[in-house]
């Protein structure tokens, strides 16, 4: 194993009584609960980095940390990736971190930049996966994984995905497609694939920019090609449906004008139903973004942007509920403002979060609301970095000494606990 990493920070370090300008940071990542709701993940960042002249960080340390719900004050962690060089000297978060639990909350998987790491939460052993620069993955069972890899030859790069069992450690090859020239292929970070909540089917744009939509069955390989073919598209976003039947997928054609197409995909089949004239007519003049996940109980897609602020989508056959309209006058947000009302997914079926912002700059309040607009309750004042337990009872979040914090929220059933939210 190369000191090279260390021997770089120890030499920084020692510039310190010179320069001045060195100093240590450190950070964490948004927490995730386990499938069965038992325990938090995190990760946590330890950095080299200037104060004055560029402000670049030179050395970046990630730990995964994970712990009991009931008993968050023993943690667990394990370094999982040391970053150096210049594609990572910005002080911005780090591309490509994802963290996912197994379906059975037994073991941790820790995409970096690098490499896959899986992690057993019991015995904290630590499995390394490399292939390429893998930019996605997905659990297909608590013993499979899929993931998706870029790989180089020259100035050239190439979409797999592939299949690995963590017990045998048998890869398979799943789907292949031909090269084309890369760009940056060292920061290119582009690249977006969305995978189903089952893991069983991965969508994305190929090429990775100006393509088409595929989507690819991670079991026999059969791919469905979909979305308009004859003029440059970017990704604008896919949600899925909590029970992986369909995705709502949203291109633009790159051009002088904003030219959405927005297809009800349904994998198994390949069927695809074109929404796109009710789309164009909903967000004419807009911006929109989708949550990646539908409501919980499968209804709506969670759509936000400007001036229509949130959206309950309900693709087939359409429908829109103008859920931030309605909640506007319950926060004096007004109509011209409906953009400080954001919606994100609740693991509680008739439920969203809402984000309020009272002031640009401001941090975002929490809030629940049903789909008619009529029951908000305030959740617990906490930062941006929430999770909520799968059963809705539950929200964790970083406390400033870096621990994990657990907050008890309101019962989700019927009441009269409606607001008035001035603030």
Known sequence: MSNAPYTLMLLVLGSVQITGCIGLGSGSESPAFSPDGT????????????????????????????????????????????????????????????????????????????????????????????????????????????????????????????????????????????????????????????????????????????????????????THAFGQTKAKACHEGVAWAPDSSHAFCVSRKVGPEDIYEAILLEPATGKAVDRTSDFQETFKGGWPTLEPIWTADGKYVLANGSPTGGLLVQPDPWKVVPLGQILAPKFDAGKKSTNRLRLFRLPVAGWVGVLFTEKEGDPSLKYAADYSGEQVRALQETPDDLAISPDGTLAATIGQDKRVRILNLDKWDKGTSLINANH
């Open 39 to 222: 325990h938090i993940s995190y990760l946590s960042e330890d950095r080299l980095e200037e104060w004055v002249v560029d402000g670049k960080t030179w050395f970046r340390s990630i730990n995964l940390h994970w712990c009991s719900v009931s008993d968050p004050a023993k943690e667990s962690s394990i370094p999982v990736e040391t970053l150096v060089g210049a594609e990572f000297m910005s002080s911005g978060r780090v591309p490509c971190l994802e963290v996912k639990w197994s379906p059975n909350s037994s073991r941790i998987g820790v995409l970096t930049p690098h490499k896959l790491i899986i992690v057993e939460a019991n015995s904290r052993k630590k499995t390394e996966i490399r292939d390429g620069r893998i930019m996605s993955f997905a659990w297909l069972s608590s013993g499979e994984i899929a993931y998706c890899t870029r790989r180089t030859r020259g100035n050239m790069q190439r979409r797999v995905i592939c299949r690995q069992d963590l017990t045998g450690q048998h890869r398979t090859e799943v789907a292949a497609f031909r090269e084309y020239p890369g760009r940056d292929l060292q920061m290119d970070y582009s690249w977006r694939e969305y995978w189903s909540p089952s893991g069983k089917h991965v969508i994305f744009l190929e090429p990775a920019f100006g393509g088409q939509y595929h989507c690819v069955n991670v079991f026999d390989g059969t």
